[in-house]
């Protein structure tokens, strides 16, 4: 069970904006920055959003990320079929002396 | 280009130890943390520990203390990670990544399977 809470589902249409939201604490998202991955099917993680808001290079910027008090929010706009994957928040937990990660959040574009 | 090129599928029995390499190319192996990373089938990232390849100082999840160790090889830019007295819920695509500031994993290996069976 992940210390970090992401709803397990999302979807919507082409076109669409969608928002997958990563619930924490104090000690990790309340104290830390939080990063964002995209796992398409069959390949490794790729690194989204990172220090809460930042999009590294080549990142489309129809993908943005925000955080408050201890949660995050990615947000998806324009919605294509290809951003059809597993999405996961990351954290470190200053608690644990470690990173977390979200439990995942597998967006189907209809 | 960043590259981590990890070793290739593992099959080992119960109690068994595996050790995963991660050779690394197109930056200074030396400046970035490496990380490990976890996945079970159909499962989420579960992060394993780190290790500074510059000073070989290491930070393990609570979870498998006394069951990990990271270590590396500077010469050949290589990161390791052993793992002991394997279990079937060790059963996992073991990833290694980068990380250029504590908490941040920009670049990912391609994965190695890890079955552990009898």
């Known amino acids: 069970q992940s210390v970090l809470t992401q709803p397990p589902s999302a979807s919507g249409t082409p076109g669409q904006r969608v928002t997958i939201s990563c619930s924490g604490s104090?000690?990790?998202?309340?104290?830390?920055?939080v990063n964002w991955y995209q796992q398409l099917p069959g390949t490794a993680p790729k690194l989204l959003i990172y220090?809460?808001?930042q999009r590294p290079s080549g990142v489309p910027d129809r993908f943005s990320g925000s955080k408050s008090g201890t949660s995050a929010s990615l947000a998806i706009s324009g919605l294509q079929s290809e951003d059809e994957a597993d999405y996961y928040c990351?954290?470190?937990?200053?608690?644990?002396?470690?990173?977390?990660f979200g439990g995942g959040t597998k967006l189907t574009v209809l | 280009q960043v590259q981590l090129v990890q070793s290739g599928a593992e099959v080992k029995k119960p109690g068994a130890s595996v050790k995963v390499s991660c050779k690394a190319s197109?930056?200074?192996?030396?400046?970035?943390?490496i990380n490990w990373v976890r996945q079970a089938t159909g499962q989420g990232l579960e992060w394993m520990g780190w290790?500074?390849?510059?000073?070989?100082?290491?930070g393990y999840a609570q979870k498998f203390q006394g069951r990990v160790t990271m270590t590396r090889n500077t010469s050949i830019s290589t990161a390791y990670m052993e793992l002991s007295s394997l279990r079937s819920e060790d059963t996992a695509v073991y990833y290694c990544?980068?990380?250029?500031?504590?908490?941040?994993?920009?670049?990912w290996g391609q994965g190695t399977l890890v079955t552990v069976s009898s």
């Open positions: 220090s809460n808001n």
């Open positions: 990544a980068s990380s250029p500031v504590r908490g941040v994993i920009d670049y």
């Open positions: 990351a954290a470190w937990d200053d608690s644990l002396n470690g990173a977390l």
């Open positions: 197109g930056y200074t192996f030396t400046s970035y943390d």
């Open positions: 290790m500074n390849p510059n000073s070989g100082n290491t």
């Open positions: 104090s000690s990790n998202i309340g104290s830390n920055t």
